[in-house]
């Protein structure tokens, strides 16, 4: 079966322009997470959606948001980006916690 | 707030020799996951353990989580240049998770 696809692989982007990055999770998975890694900080928590809700939220300011949709595929944006915000952005699927989480490829986001 | 820890943050060994990778918390977890990241590439999901004391392998990864389930561990034996990586842990407490900073494992050949 296709794993998590996230889309696009590599964006380069302005500083204070805005960016949507796009996730689909394994067919029948309904759980979707995004995270950010940075070699820095590592792998960092950035919220969670279970049919459509956020389920979960990490320590992140509001200039990270997302959504998801009821084919179960998310969505990620970042507003006014940063300097700060270059990292590689995954994003995960579960059907039930007790499977793990199976990851995408992730887009890594450079901001110049 | 709750802290947690992943010791060491880099190991490296000669091939055949054991690697062992700890993750501690502050407060009680309701389960905890362990993933390996190869260079370049993404987390992958080895194991999940949710019972206190539970031990669990797969072929030379040992698995364990302590009594009072603030605590973990992922041993390797005989390292191969196959185990190269960083390997993560994520720590469940209910609703909220964490992850470890992740212990990165080099394997001489």
């Known amino acids: 079966k296709a794993g998590v696809t996230q889309t696009p692989r590599y964006l380069i982007k302005t500083r204070g322009q805005q960016v949507t990055l796009s996730c689909s999770p394994i067919?029948?998975?309904?759980?979707v997470s995004w995270y950010q890694q940075t070699p820095g900080q590592g792998l960092q928590f950035l919220f969670e959606?279970?049919?459509?809700?956020?389920?979960n939220k990490g320590n992140f300011p509001g200039r990270f948001s997302g959504r998801q949709f009821s084919n179960s595929r998310s969505e990620m944006n970042v507003s006014t980006l940063e300097l700060g915000d270059s990292a590689l952005y995954l994003c995960?699927?579960?059907?039930?916690?007790?499977?793990?989480?199976?990851f995408g490829s992730g887009t890594r986001l450079t901001v110049v | 707030g709750q802290q947690v820890m992943q010791i060491p943050q880099y190991q490296h060994v000669q091939e055949g020799e054991d690697f062992t990778t700890y993750c501690n918390s502050s407060?009680?977890?309701?389960?905890i996951q362990w993933y390996k990241q190869r260079p370049g590439g993404h987390p992958v999901f080895l194991i999940q353990?949710?019972?206190?004391?539970e031990v669990k392998k797969q072929k030379r990864l040992t698995f364990q989580f302590g009594e009072a389930k603030k605590n973990s561990s992922l041993h390797i034996t005989a390292t191969q240049t196959t185990d190269v990586g960083t390997y993560f842990c994520?720590?469940?407490?209910?609703?909220?998770?964490?992850f470890g900073s992740g212990t990165k494992l080099n394997v001489k050949p």
């Open positions: 959606y279970f049919s459509e809700t956020q389920r």
């Open positions: 995960a699927s579960s059907f039930a916690e007790r499977d793990g989480y199976t």
């Open positions: 994520r720590m469940g407490n209910f609703n909220k998770f964490y």
């Open positions: 407060t009680t977890l309701s389960n």
């Open positions: 067919s029948g998975h309904r759980s």
């Open positions: 353990l949710v019972k206190s004391g």
